[in-house]
Each structure stands twice: as structure tokens, then as C-alpha cells.
């Protein structure tokens, strides 16, 4: 059974930080490109960076310099350290894995993150 736990978020004021946590079972994790997506009130869910099998990291221009993707194939754990936060980064933020291979994609239950002063 595929697991994708999120953890991290909160309530942060605007220029704060916050590091989200997604933890991985069931799959081959070195298998997967890892992503976090976001969905605010009202918009459609969209990418916000993704980290590939082999490290590789891409961003949405909006986060760009301020969010870094990281991966931990020990542990089965991908991260998003969130800086310099935005009242606009409000939304709920979902882990999501792709197996590179048969595109499938799992998704996690999600966590609200609150940048407001």
C-alpha cells in the first residue's frame, strides 16, 4: 500500500520559513520523481518544484530562490524548505511521486500552510 504522509505546515507570517516533510512507503522510492504541488481557495493545483531520481530540481517561477527541494533515499523522505514566504504561498501542499517508469502517480493527503500576519 502506497503512503504519502505530509508534515510541516502551519501558520507563518509573511518573510517567515517553514520546512514541509513528505514520508514514503509502499514504493520503490528510488524509482520515483518526487514533487510538490499546491492548491490555493478557489485556484487549480499547481507544481511547485520537483526533484528527480538522479537529484535534479526544477521550480515554478514564483518560488523560485526562495523554496529548495531536497530527497533523502535513505529515508524515504522528500522536503521543501519554504523561505521568504508570501501571503500568495497560502494554499494546501501535496506530495506527489511519479514512477518514472509506468507514470504512475501517488499523492498525499495534503497540509494547509497559512502566511499571514
Known amino acids: 500500500q502506497v503512503q504519502l504522509v505530509e508534515s510541516g505546515g502551519g501558520l507563518v507570517q509573511p518573510g517567515g520559513s517553514l520546512k514541509l516533510s513528505c514520508a514514503a512507503s509502499?514504493?520503490?522510492?528510488?524509482?520515483?520523481?518526487m514533487d510538490w504541488y499546491r492548491q490555493a481557495p478557489g485556484k487549480q493545483r499547481e507544481s511547485v518544484a520537483t526533484?528527480?531520481?538522479?537529484?535534479?530540481?526544477g521550480y515554478a517561477d514564483s518560488v523560485k530562490g526562495r523554496f529548495t527541494i531536497s530527497r533523502n533515499n535513505a529515508q524515504l523522505t522528500v522536503s521543501l524548505q519554504m523561505d521568504k514566504l508570501k501571503p500568495e504561498d497560502t494554499a494546501v501542499y501535496y506530495c506527489?511521486?511519479?514512477?518514472?517508469?509506468?507514470?504512475?502517480?501517488?499523492w498525499g493527503q495534503g497540509t494547509q500552510v497559512t502566511v499571514s500576519s
Open positions: 506527489s511521486a511519479l514512477n518514472v517508469y509506468s507514470r504512475a502517480r501517488y
Open positions: 509502499g514504493i520503490d522510492f528510488n524509482s520515483y520523481s
Open positions: 526533484i528527480t531520481i538522479v537529484g535534479a530540481t
